[in-house]
């Protein structure tokens, strides 16, 4: 199909998104069409589609920025109950994989689940915790998301270099990095470096895409067996934002500060 004149088949109205299902790829609801002053842009959100266009110029960055957005529901805030919240509980766990300063300086939450015996790291997007993802050592699966009943999507951990994870910043001048991982812990660890960005996973949901676009630069850092994935998600992300491949020969939540400053640094 000729995505462009598709595109201008359609009834649009000027700075209005309209979302469809892909005529590429065929997804549901990952098309993205913004009739804009200067041009009509196309986009498809889906990881493995490469539909993306302008009608009357060539599509850049800066253009995407502007109108590329998802169109969840809106998430709901998740309460934490009273009897998770116990620090010392947590503690070895943070000193284990050498994080325990990231705690201390607020840009990760840790809580225990007696309930169900798991370690949860708190997920937060814009001052509001929206869930957890829970680390069990003595029953499967050994990561467990935690949400409200209502949300339809999980959000990634994100646990900022700079800041709290209730309130993250970057200071004005710096370019803002970050390193995608697969697991809360990961986050966690290479957090002096760059924003950790736990996918919960190997893959990249369509709605994880508009906080993946907020950075200046990415490095995709998740284990050694999900490499064919890695080299996907660069060549997807690096169309929009700069991104590179770093390849993983031991977990990152098993090394030292010295050994990721290495491989980041």
């Not at 196309?42 to 539909?51: D, E, L, Y």
């Not at 957890?132 to 029953?139: A, D, L, N, V």
């Not at 998600?233 to 934002?241: A, P, S």
Request: glycine share 6%; aromatic share 12%; with cysteine.
């Amino acid at each position: 199909m000729n995505l462009q004149h598709f595109v201008e088949s359609l009834p649009l109205q000027l700075n209005v998104t309209e979302r469809s299902n892909c005529p590429e790829c065929g997804n549901y609801n990952t098309f993205a069409v913004t009739k804009k002053v200067d041009g009509t842009y196309w986009f498809c959100f889906h990881n493995s589609c490469r539909a993306r266009g302008k009608v009357n110029g060539t599509i850049l960055k800066a253009d995407l920025d502007q109108f590329i957005h998802t169109q969840s529901k809106d998430a709901v805030p998740y309460k934490i109950p009273d009897s998770w919240l116990d620090p010392s509980k947590v503690r070895w766990l943070l000193n284990r994989h050498h994080i325990l300063d990231v705690a201390k300086d607020r840009r990760v939450q840790c809580c225990y689940d007696p309930k169900l015996d798991r370690y949860v790291f708190m997920i937060y997007n814009n001052g509001v915790c929206y869930g957890g993802i829970g680390r069990s050592f003595t029953s499967k699966p050994k990561w467990l998301f935690y949400k409200s009943h209502s949300n339809q999507n999980k959000l990634p951990l994100v646990v900022p270099k700079y800041g709290t994870f209730y309130s993250p910043f970057y200071p004005k001048g710096l370019q803002k990095g970050g390193i995608l991982v697969e697991d809360a812990i990961s986050a966690a660890a290479v957090s002096h470096i760059a924003d950790g960005l736990a996918i919960l996973g190997t893959h990249i949901p369509d709605h994880f895409i508009d906080i993946l676009y907020s950075y200046d630069y990415l490095v995709i850092a998740l284990d050694a067996d999900a490499t064919g994935k890695s080299i996907d998600y660069q060549q997807y992300l690096n169309t929009f934002v700069p991104t590179r491949i770093v390849v993983l020969k031991k977990d990152l939540k098993d090394m030292t500060r010295e050994q990721i400053d290495d491989l980041f640094i």
